[in-house]
C-alpha cells in the first residue's frame, strides 16, 4: 500500500522525538517510574526506557505528529539494542523496549487511519546506529582495534527488528548512519528475519553527511552510500541528521538522479547554536524545503533534531502543492 501512496503523493515523516521529549523536562525519578525505583543505575537520558515508564507521553507525542500531517512516525527506539542499552546496564530489556515502543506507535497510528481512512497511517521501527562502529577504531594510537564486530552487530539489530515487527511496525527504518558497515549489518539482520517469517516489510535506509566535506563520518561520498546498498530491496533512501535542509539540497540531488528507489529526507532545523538549540523556525525550514519540490528530489520529507509538530505542520501544508519525485524507472 505505502508504495501506492508514494506514487501518488509526497509522504511526511515525524520530526524529533528527543526536541519533544525535552519539553516534559522529566526527572530521574520519572525515568526510572515505580517499575526501576531501586535500578542500581542512573537512567536519566534513556529516552527508548520511556516507552515503559512515560507511555502516555510518547503517545502524545505521536498524536501531535499525526495531527501535524504525518503519514509516518518513527518509534521511540533510536537506542534500541543491547550495544546501546549496556550504558544502562538494560540489555535484558532490549525486546520488551521495542515492542512496546511499536505497540503504543500503532495502537495511535490505527486510531487516525479509523478517523481519517483516506489517509493511512504508517509506524516506522527506527532502528539506530549504536554506540559504537565497526569500520573505525575509536583509539586514535591504534587504528585497527574495533570496538564491535559486524556480527555482534548483527545478532542485536535481528532482536529489535523482530520486537519491532512483533509490536506491529509497518515498515523499518535503518537510520543516521555514519558507519555503513553497522547499515550492512542491521540489513543483513532484517534480510534474516524476512527469509526467516516468509514476510516482505518495507525498508527505508538513511545516512547522515557529516560535515561540509560531504561524507558520512565513515567516509563515503553520497554516490558511494547509494552503491554500499544498492544490493538490497529497500523502498527508499536518504538522508537525515547533521544538516538542515538546505545543506542536503547537493546530496539529494546525487541520490535524486542514481537512485531507483524512492528518495526520503528529513534534516535537522538549521544547524545547532552556540547552546546545542535549534533556531529555526517551521516557516524558514519549510521555505528551505521548497527546493526539494521544486527540484522534484524527494518522496518522504520530514524533521530530525530542533523539529517539532509546527515544524511538520508547515511541510506537510508545503507538500500538497507539488508531485512526488518520479521513480527512476517511470523516469526513463
Same mark, same amino acid.
Given at each position: 500500500?505505502?508504495?501506492?501512496?508514494?506514487?501518488?503523493?509526497?509522504? /511526511?515523516?515525524d520530526?524529533?522525538?528527543?526536541?519533544?521529549?525535552?519539553? =516534559?523536562?522529566?526527572?530521574?525519578? #520519572?525515568?526510572?517510574?515505580?517499575?526501576?525505583?531501586?535500578?542500581?543505575?542512573?537512567?536519566?537520558?534513556?529516552n527508548?526506557?520511556?516507552?515503559?515508564t512515560?507511555?502516555?507521553?510518547?503517545?502524545e /507525542?505521536?498524536?501531535?505528529?499525526?495531527?501535524?500531517g504525518?503519514d509516518?512516525?518513527?518509534?521511540?527506539t533510536f537506542?534500541?539494542?543491547?550495544?546501546?542499552?549496556? #550504558? =544502562?546496564h538494560m540489555?535484558?530489556?532490549? =525486546?520488551?523496549l521495542?515492542?512496546?515502543s511499536?505497540? $503504543?506507535?500503532?495502537i495511535?497510528?490505527?486510531?487516525?487511519?479509523?478517523?481519517?481512512?483516506?489517509?493511512?497511517?504508517?509506524?516506522?521501527?527506527? $532502528?539506530?546506529?549504536?554506540?559504537?562502529?565497526?569500520?573505525?577504531?575509536?583509539? %586514535?594510537?591504534d587504528?585497527?582495534?574495533?570496538?564491535?564486530?559486524?556480527?555482534?552487530?548483527?545478532?542485536? =539489530?535481528?532482536?529489535?527488528?523482530?520486537?519491532?515487527?512483533?509490536g506491529?511496525?509497518?515498515?523499518?527504518?535503518?537510520?543516521t548512519?555514519?558507519?555503513?558497515?553497522?547499515?550492512?549489518?542491521?540489513?543483513?539482520?532484517?534480510?534474516?528475519v524476512?527469509?526467516?517469517?516468509?514476510? #516482505?516489510?518495507? $525498508?527505508?535506509?538513511?545516512?547522515?553527511?557529516?560535515?561540509?566535506?560531504?561524507?558520512t563520518?565513515?567516509?563515503q561520498?553520497?554516490?558511494?552510500?547509494?552503491?554500499?546498498?544498492?544490493?538490497?530491496?529497500?523502498?527508499?533512501v536518504?538522508f537525515?541528521?547533521?544538516?538542515g535542509?538546505?545543506?542536503?539540497?547537493?546530496?539529494?540531488?546525487?541520490?535524486?538522479?542514481?537512485?531507483?528507489h524512492?528518495?526520503s529526507a528529513?534534516p535537522?532545523?538549521?544547524?545547532?547554536?552556540?547552546?546545542g538549540?535549534y533556531d529555526?523556525?517551521?516557516?524558514q525550514?519549510?521555505?528551505q524545503?521548497?527546493?526539494?519540490?521544486?527540484?522534484?528530489?524527494?518522496?518522504?520529507?520530514?524533521?530530525?533534531?530542533g523539529t517539532?509538530?509546527?515544524? /511538520?505542520?508547515?511541510?506537510?501544508?508545503?507538500?500538497?502543492?507539488y #508531485?512526488?519525485r518520479?521513480?527512476?524507472?517511470?523516469? %526513463?
Amino acid at each position: 500500500m505505502i508504495k501506492d501512496l508514494l506514487q501518488e503523493r509526497i509522504l /511526511i515523516l515525524d520530526g524529533a522525538m528527543g526536541t519533544m521529549l525535552q519539553r =516534559y523536562k522529566f526527572t530521574e525519578e #520519572d525515568f526510572r517510574g515505580k517499575r526501576f525505583a531501586t535500578w542500581e543505575h542512573p537512567l536519566q537520558g534513556n529516552n527508548d526506557l520511556l516507552s515503559l515508564t512515560q507511555p502516555e507521553a510518547i503517545a502524545e /507525542i505521536h498524536r501531535k505528529y499525526f495531527a501535524a500531517g504525518a503519514d509516518i512516525v518513527e518509534t521511540n527506539t533510536f537506542s534500541g539494542t543491547t550495544i546501546a542499552m549496556a #550504558d =544502562y546496564h538494560m540489555e535484558e530489556l532490549v =525486546y520488551e523496549l521495542n515492542y512496546e515502543s511499536a505497540r $503504543i506507535a500503532k495502537i495511535v497510528a490505527d486510531e487516525f487511519t479509523a478517523k481519517e481512512p483516506d489517509k493511512p497511517r504508517f509506524v516506522a521501527g527506527s $532502528i539506530g546506529p549504536t554506540n559504537k562502529t565497526a569500520s573505525m577504531s575509536p583509539d %586514535v594510537n591504534d587504528p585497527g582495534f574495533r570496538a564491535i564486530s559486524f556480527d555482534e552487530l548483527r545478532i542485536a =539489530y535481528k532482536q529489535q527488528v523482530e520486537a519491532l515487527l512483533d509490536g506491529g511496525a509497518d515498515l523499518l527504518l535503518v537510520e543516521t548512519i555514519f558507519d555503513t558497515l553497522n547499515a550492512k549489518a542491521a540489513l543483513f539482520a532484517i534480510e534474516e528475519v524476512k527469509e526467516e517469517r516468509n514476510i #516482505d516489510p518495507p $525498508i527505508m535506509v538513511s545516512g547522515t553527511i557529516t560535515d561540509a566535506s560531504g561524507r558520512t563520518l565513515s567516509g563515503q561520498t553520497a554516490e558511494a552510500f547509494l552503491i554500499s546498498i544498492s544490493h538490497i530491496p529497500i523502498l527508499s533512501v536518504g538522508f537525515n541528521c547533521a544538516l538542515g535542509a538546505d545543506q542536503l539540497v547537493p546530496h539529494l540531488e546525487v541520490l535524486a538522479s542514481k537512485s531507483e528507489h524512492f528518495v526520503s529526507a528529513h534534516p535537522n532545523a538549521g544547524l545547532p547554536n552556540a547552546f546545542g538549540e535549534y533556531d529555526q523556525t517551521p516557516e524558514q525550514m519549510a521555505e528551505q524545503i521548497k527546493e526539494y519540490l521544486e527540484k522534484g528530489l524527494v518522496n518522504i520529507v520530514g524533521g530530525c533534531c530542533g523539529t517539532t509538530p509546527g515544524h /511538520i505542520t508547515a511541510i506537510a501544508n508545503l507538500v500538497k502543492k507539488y #508531485d512526488p519525485r518520479p521513480t527512476f524507472v517511470e523516469s %526513463v
